[in-house]
């Protein structure tokens, strides 16, 4: 392969893009292309923002797509769902099947608000039926700002690669004060065991500080879970878990 600054890679006609919204990753694209993608991003952040203005505050879940119901993480979802929206807070998740299912199930069903950003992918093809209200969107970057801004503390419930990816952005950006302090809990000390050893081990390696290690409580336990994040909020704000209101005339809505 030539080094010259004239080099351009191009996908072979054979090599299909599953989903056009991904060629955005590829490089540089057109003007067009890129003004238009600009465009999408635009609408889509502004959209999110306009609906979840007035949800309250909030607590994230993250988890995989894929328990059914007769799995025990899915029930632990779904009770720690219905624990949340005991506290009064509105549970968010990803808006799809699996454990997002079972946390906005816990807090729908138990009369807690229950809101979703959701984004289609191969094995998340739908929508699951527990929200008061969810955002549809295109781009993961997009619903990782809408699922952070919101909330006020986070839950990560056993999940695959995108699980891991919320868990240690969500971290990132707590530890470089970015996002607030906010508290960020593990449910599944045993499924989780390889990433408490590796935690532990950066702080060991220095590469991590004594203080970044507080970042994060792992349990098993769903009600010591949110009584850590009840404590949080408690110790550090104004609890007065008044919703925002619409203005008719800027055509909001609830």
């Known amino acids: 392969m030539s080094n010259s600054a004239e080099t351009k890679i191009k996908r072979k006609p054979s090599q299909k893009i599953i989903n056009p919204e991904t060629q955005y990753l590829e490089g540089p694209n057109s003007r067009g292309d890129e003004l238009l993608f600009s465009l999408k991003v635009f609408w889509q952040m502004l959209n999110g923002f306009r609906k979840l203005h007035f949800i309250g505050p ?74 008061h209200k969810s955002v549809h969107l295109d781009y993961f970057f997009v619903r990782k ?22 868990l240690f952005e969500t971290l990132t950006l707590i530890q470089t004060g970015i996002l607030g302090n906010f508290p960020v809990v593990v449910i599944d000390k045993k499924y989780f065991k390889e990433v408490i050893n590796m935690v532990d081990n950066m702080m060991k390696e220095k590469t991590i500080s004594p203080q970044d290690r507080e970042l994060v409580l ?14 949080f909020i408690c110790d550090n704000y104004d609890v007065r878990l008044k919703k925002n209101k619409p203005h008719w005339w800027l055509g909001e809505s609830k």
């Open 58 to 131: 909030c607590v994230t879940v993250f988890g995989s797509a894929r328990f059914q119901e007769d799995h025990e993480d899915y029930k632990k979802a779904r009770e720690m769902g219905r624990l949340i929206s005991e506290l009064g807070l509105t549970v968010m998740t990803g808006g799809g099947p699996g454990i997002m299912e079972a946390a906005n199930r816990g807090a729908y069903e138990s009369g807690g608000y229950s809101v979703g950003c959701s984004i289609i992918l191969p094995a998340e093809q739908t929508e699951n039926p527990y929200m």
């Open 145 to 166: 700002v809408l699922l952070l801004k919101y909330s006020y503390a986070f839950v990560v419930m056993p999940g695959g690669f995108g699980t891991l990816d919320e």
């Open 218 to 231: 792992f349990t098993d336990d769903t009600v010591e879970g949110v009584r850590h994040i009840k404590k």
